[in-house]
């Protein structure tokens, strides 16, 4: 049986975290970021890591936080990191939500995000676009393998997009 928790995946940048503040309102559930745990857990900026360490490191972290959410985590509304799709344990941590829209999609949400410089430079892989559009093609068919629901965001408001995410999941109010 999987567990209550609801995994929010999808490339950076697709509003992973927006949305998860909205499901919260929505429903009886906490909210926690993957990307959040472990800058917490390396007391530094997932920039700074990558930095220092390079992405298989990262990657190693995010493993390591993946089983701690397995073994540790009931009742929450998980906002992922990009790459954090990849766990092998994701399925039983709990419903797995591909928040999905198209790169061109993504660039033009957090150009208009009033933060958007900010929202830019915490995210070290959109530094070079045309090699991020690379990784989102080739993520965005195992984003879908992995997911249990599918959820359109693009150009969709953020209700509908949390209407979505609780029928889909099966979540009451």
Do not use: H
């Not at 995946?9 to 503040?21: D, E, L, N, S, W």
């Not at 701690?68 to 990009?82: A, D, P, R, Y």
């Not at 068919?141 to 209407?163: R, S």
């Amino acid at each position: 049986m999987k567990k209550s928790n609801i995994i929010l995946i999808g490339f950076m940048g697709v509003g992973k975290g927006t949305v998860a503040r909205a499901l919260v309102k929505k429903t009886n559930k906490f909210a926690i970021d993957t990307d959040d745990l472990i800058e917490s857990m390396e007391n530094r900026k997932i920039k700074k890591i990558f930095k220092k360490y390079g992405e298989p490191y990262f990657r190693d972290l995010e493993k390591k936080c993946a089983i701690w959410l397995q073994n540790s985590v009931e009742n929450t509304i998980i906002s992922t990191g990009g790459g954090f799709y990849k766990q092998e344990n994701l399925s039983k941590i709990g419903k797995v939500v591909y928040l999905k829209s198209s790169f061109e999609g993504i660039i033009k949400r957090l150009e208009n995000s009033p933060n958007a410089k900010a929202k830019f430079k915490k995210r070290p892989l959109l530094k070079d676009q045309e090699k991020a559009k690379e990784l989102y093609n080739q993520r965005v068919g195992q984003y879908e393998a992995v997911a249990d629901l599918v959820v359109d965001v693009e150009q969709i408001e953020i209700d509908t997009i949390i209407n979505n995410i609780i029928e889909g999941t099966n979540e009451n109010n």
